[in-house]
């Protein structure tokens, strides 16, 4: 068999020949006209003359995916100069050069060689890079000309985009003018070997966007382009050239990087089942990705409001401009430098600063770096060159630091100069430094230690949904509270089937737009058709889990293993680099906050229906709380994570989230808060405590919400400044409760089930932590005919203060402006 196996290999290649017409080269005899192509040997690329977009009828030579129905050129031969009609030839001249040339024997475009061989071919490559060369030498360093070597717009796998050392060369790429004319536009995208290698995205002269300096596993500001199973990564840096490229994992998936007209600089991918390209991955991902928008020592947060901060211990340099949002001017310190007795404060979490004025040494250590550093005064600031491995190198900047974002989980640390005196006012630690979050966690801890006394709440007005604000505690102490459950599932087998990050890719079109179902601060949810056609909703998880996947694994495997008709159903996970998804059954009705809060659709939810979520709701809730093995606490209910199936039953989803997201706890304390305003109970928002009786509250306001088809926190009432809950409190002590009933629900309802419902509602969200029920007395009451305990004042904002709120007000006074937080504390550490 194997001897016929060279043969066969022939055979079909002859095969390949002829079905292409011809072959994969163009010599002196054999050119190519308009109309004709050649074809890789393996099929993958075409080469050959296409016109750009819908509109224009000029021509220009191209290559492209041969196995794709939509033409999408990698590369463009003649860009700057294109033929207006069908009669170009493309021929390999014998002085050694590939040259376009029209009817009139007049050369529209040539490639450029110093050499000449004997015998000259042109030859398009597997990869896609099409090249000059002797027909009988094979050797790369040989080649007369390559492609490869004059990027357009597209970064296929392989090619390089960086600088030749040696001579000065530089390859980059440019964006097309427009959809219909490949000529060179404005932006262009390069890695920029100055200082330290960055990818960088220009406009014209000017630099627009940074992707950072490269840490050894990726690019420091985009923390989603690591190795994974499409592609994997890589900077190369040598005495001859520093490059970044990239390598296709599976080489039949089809993936590139583009440089669209407008700027925008896109991972695409192509989904076969759709026949169409996706943007798996956005460059400039948000308004904090542009260059330098808050000046030099500010740091960007995309979940703050201003987006620009000074970092602290720097103040803004003109506080008027600054007070306008005119960040260009940035911060300064606010105790001037004194080279001589400085020292070093740790920021963490950021998007490292431009690096075009650092110098760096692969193999010092931190220590070295540091006294480096601190040896010459226009040294501001190091850190590690590379991240791996716990850390190595040095990286200096000699100059201001600029272009400073905060990530929320991928960020690194760096050590920013100092003055000694404000060092020691921020009490020094045996090295005489301090590491601080960054100024902007502390506008924010503030207004949660207001949110405690009945004021505040801060405002970020590009949420639109009520997500929930996740938090971390810098005063936790972190190692009382080991979790006993965690431990023992370690040693139980994994079970729940893990999914193929590529699978998801292709049942969500790529987590496209129009499947994103719905958001959190938990992640983003898309709806996905699984192969067999099975619908699911997928929750491609933030990235603000700490685990390891092991750990992630084993906690999504525990909460597998919860299973109660009141609980959403989870089918799967995938771990992909840095990513981890969950993948739900999938509810088509969705869930309920868009219909009790609905003009029509609450009309769909009669009170019996209310009455069976309200039930429904308890028992899941109790389910996690006292019968399940793992005692979960939800810590984020809410009416958007209770799903309705398609008898309007209730589902909860997203239990169990805040176990992966928290950490290690099990109750008591914690460093991470996660809810939503509105829900959340007071001692939990304030202090950090949290136990089931959290939740109890949390469930509280949802029936009291259920019921009156209001928000907790969009309640406004003309007569008084109470919020949903003190209002429901005062009819209620007034026997008016039957006031707050949702008119809706006027024919269907049945008053003592609404009164009880409203009564335990109450009792489910008192002040005091202890005087609230626990689930199953709640659904003992809810059933049951006895007397029902008097409830006590309701914790938080029964009262306001108006006046002194009016700009932090929770809900009464700018409610339309108020929107639904999600905050992100990162902790010291
Ligand atoms: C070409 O036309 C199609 C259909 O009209 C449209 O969807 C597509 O966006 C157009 N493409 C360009 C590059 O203009
Ligand atoms: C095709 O275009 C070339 C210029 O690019 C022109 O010289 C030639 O006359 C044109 N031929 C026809 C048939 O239009
Ligand atoms: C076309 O031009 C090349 C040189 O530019 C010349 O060698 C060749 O003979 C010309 N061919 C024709 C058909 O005129
Ligand atoms: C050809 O190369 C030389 C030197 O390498 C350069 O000066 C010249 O501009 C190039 N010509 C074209 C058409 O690219
Ligand atoms: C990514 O993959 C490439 C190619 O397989 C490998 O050389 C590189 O070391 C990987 N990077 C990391 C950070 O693992
Ligand atoms: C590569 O991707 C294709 C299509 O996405 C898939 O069918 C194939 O199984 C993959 N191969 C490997 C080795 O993962
Ligand atoms: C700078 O620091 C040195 C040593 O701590 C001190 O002697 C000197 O007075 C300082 N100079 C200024 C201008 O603060
Ligand atoms: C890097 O630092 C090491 C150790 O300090 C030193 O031996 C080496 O010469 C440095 N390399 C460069 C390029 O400065
Ligand atoms: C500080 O370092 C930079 C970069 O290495 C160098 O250009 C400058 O001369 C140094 N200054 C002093 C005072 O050593």
Known sequence: MEKFLPFFLLCILFFL??????????????????????????????????????????????????????????????????????????????????????????????TNSSKSVQNPVAQLLDTGNFVLRDANDLNPENFLWQSFDYPTDTLIANMKLGRDLVTGFERYLSSWKSSDDPAPGDYTYHCDPTGYPQDVMRKGADVIYRAGPWNGLRWSGAPNMVNNSITSFGLVMNNKEIYYKYELVNKSVVSALVVKPNGNTMRLIWITKTQGWVNYHSADADDCDTYKLCGAYGTCNILSDPLCHCL????????????????????????????????????????????????????????????????????????????????????????????????????????????????????????????VILAVALPLLFALILLGVGVGLILYKRRRREDPVVTTRGRYSGHNNKNDNSNQSHHEDFEL??????TLINATDNFSIANKIGEGGFGQVYKGVLEGGQEVAVKRLSETSKQGIHEFKNEVNCIAKLQHRNLVKLLGCCVQGEEKMLVYEYLRNKSLDIYIFDEERSTLLDWPKRFNIINGIARGLMYLHQDSRLRIIHRDLKASNVLLDTDMNPKISDFGMARSFGGDETGANTRRVVGTYGYMSPEYAVDGIFSVKSDVFSFGVLVLEIVSGKKNRRFVHPDHHLNLLGHTYMLHKEGRSLE??????????????????????????????????????????????????????????????????????????TPSSINEVTITLLDAR
């Open 497 to 502: 089937p893990l999914l193929d990050f590529l």
């Open 312 to 435: 602290d211990k720097f103040e803004p340099k003109h506080q008027d401009d600054w007070n306008r949002a005119d960040w260009t001017s940035g911060c300064v310190r606010k105790t001037p430098l004194n080279c001589t007795g400085d020292g070093f404060i740790m920021y963490s979490g950021v998007k490292l600063p431009d690096t075009r004025t650092s110098w760096f040494n692969e193999t010092m250590s931190l220590d070295e770096c540091r006294a480096f550093c601190l040896r010459n005064c226009s040294c501001m600031g190091y850190t590690n060159l590379d991240i791996r491995n716990g850390g190595s190198g040095c990286l200096i900047w000699i100059d201001e630091l600029i272009d400073i974002r905060q990530l929320s989980q991928s960020g690194q640390n760096i050590y920013i100069r100092m003055s000694a005196s404000e060092i020691g006012s921020a009490g020094s630690s045996s090295k005489g430094e301090k590491s």
């Open 17 to 110: 020949r002829k079905v292409n017409g011809q072959g994969d080269m163009i010599t002196t005899t054999k050119f190519i006209k308009d109309g004709e192509t050649i074809v890789s040997s393996d099929g993958t690329f075409e080469l050959g003359f296409f016109s750009p977009g819908n509109t224009s009828t000029n021509r220009y030579v191209g290559i492209w995916y041969k196995k794709i129905s939509v033409i999408t050129p990698v590369w463009v031969a003649n860009r700057l100069v294109p033929l207006t009609n069908k009669t170009g030839v493309l021929k390999v001249i014998q002085s050694g050069s590939v040259a376009l040339r029209d009817v009139t024997n007049s050369t529209i475009w040539s």
């Open 740 to 813: 707050l009933v949702d008119p809706k629900l006027a024919d269907t309802c049945n008053i003592s089930e609404v009164q009880r419902s409203i009564h335990v509602g109450l009792l489910c969200v008192q002040q005091n932590p202890e005087d609230r029920p626990s689930m199953s007395t709640v659904i003992m009451m809810l059933t049951n005919e006895g007397i029902l305990p008097s409830a006590k004042h309701p914790g938080f904002f029964t009262e306001r203060k108006i006046g002194e709120v009016d700009q932090f007000s929770w809900s009464t006074q």
